[in-house]
């Protein structure tokens, strides 16, 4: 390519992103920051945090930080912490780490487990060991 | 309500939108939409459609099809324009074919 791609400005984005009422997308979705879908999307989505709004229409899969689901959303979703507002219709399975929030009205088929995060902390709490064997060693 | 996508944010699909889409991320796709404005760190390959006009500030590899087409000065696009209206401002790098039309309609990919 004759372009040079710059890479200033991979500093922290400002605000977030916003796919309107009339937003129509086939495909993947990767926000490292925050994203807010008012919009019909097929297809799955990545995001720090993601919010569906009560127009929004999210059919896939959805692996995220934070979940906040006001609208429609078919398909699992994976995250840290999950937030269905009152109009929220889930139409698929739940898997949080910390948080789950469902408002009262809120409309959910499909299974919902806590998944446990031990296997990030054990590896820590071996590494430790590994680092104090090693001071008392030398 | 017009959409943003910035540029923490990367999409890869075909994107159809019936009011303005502001896109300042990256994007590999078909975009077709009202509006279209590419911002500096936008980088869009593939074609893009608008019926009122394109504002191209950031990269772009595809062909773009409007009413009226503005390449910013730091613009870096390459491929096929149809427009009726074309402005370019200084400093605008290119690699295009540009044809201006009495009507652009959406499948003149000739």
């Known amino acids: 390519m004759?372009?040079?791609s710059d890479?200033?400005?991979?500093?922290?984005?400002?605000?977030?992103?916003?796919?309107?009422?009339?937003?129509?997308?086939?495909?993947?979705?990767?926000?490292?920051?925050?994203?807010?879908?008012?919009?019909?999307?097929k297809g799955n989505v990545k995001a720090k945090k993601l919010r569906i709004l009560e127009t929004g229409i999210v059919k896939g899969i959805v692996q995220a930080e934070d979940v906040e689901v006001l609208g429609h959303m078919v398909g699992n979703i994976d995250s840290k912490n999950i937030y269905i507002g009152?109009?929220?219709?889930?139409?698929?399975?739940?898997?949080?780490?910390?948080n789950l929030t469902v408002l009262e009205g809120a409309d959910i088929?499909?299974?919902?487990?806590?998944n446990k995060k031990d296997k990030v902390k054990r590896s820590d709490t071996d590494k430790v060991k590994y680092l104090e064997h090693n001071k008392i060693a030398s | 309500m017009p959409s943003v996508i910035l540029r923490d944010t990367n999409l890869q699909g075909n994107i159809t939108e019936k009011d303005s889409i502001t896109i300042d991320g990256i994007v590999v796709g078909e975009i077709k939409a009202e509006e279209v404005i590419i911002l500096e760190n936008g980088n869009i390959t593939g074609d893009i459609t608008a019926d009122n006009n394109i504002e191209a500030g950031?990269?772009?590899?595809?062909?773009?099809?409007?009413?009226?087409i503005h390449l910013n000065n730091?613009?870096?696009?390459?491929?096929k324009l149809s427009h009726r209206n074309l402005v370019v401002d200084e400093g605008a790098q290119l690699e295009i074919v540009s044809s201006t039309r009495k009507k652009i309609t959406n499948n003149n990919k000739e």
Do not use: M, P, W
Request: aromatic share 10%; with cysteine.
């Open chain 1, 109 to 114: 088929s499909g299974h919902v487990q806590k």
């Open chain 2, 58 to 68: 950031g990269q772009i590899t595809g062909d773009l099809y409007s009413e009226r």
């Open chain 1, 2 to 4: 004759f372009f040079k």
């Open chain 2, 74 to 79: 730091s613009a870096k696009i390459r491929g």
């Open chain 1, 86 to 98: 009152n109009k929220g219709v889930i139409r698929g399975n739940l898997h949080f780490e910390n």
């Open chain 1, 7 to 41: 890479k200033k400005n991979q500093d922290q984005v400002r605000g977030f992103s916003h796919l309107g009422e009339n937003f129509r997308f086939d495909g993947e979705i990767d926000c490292k920051g925050e994203i807010e879908i008012a919009g019909k999307i």
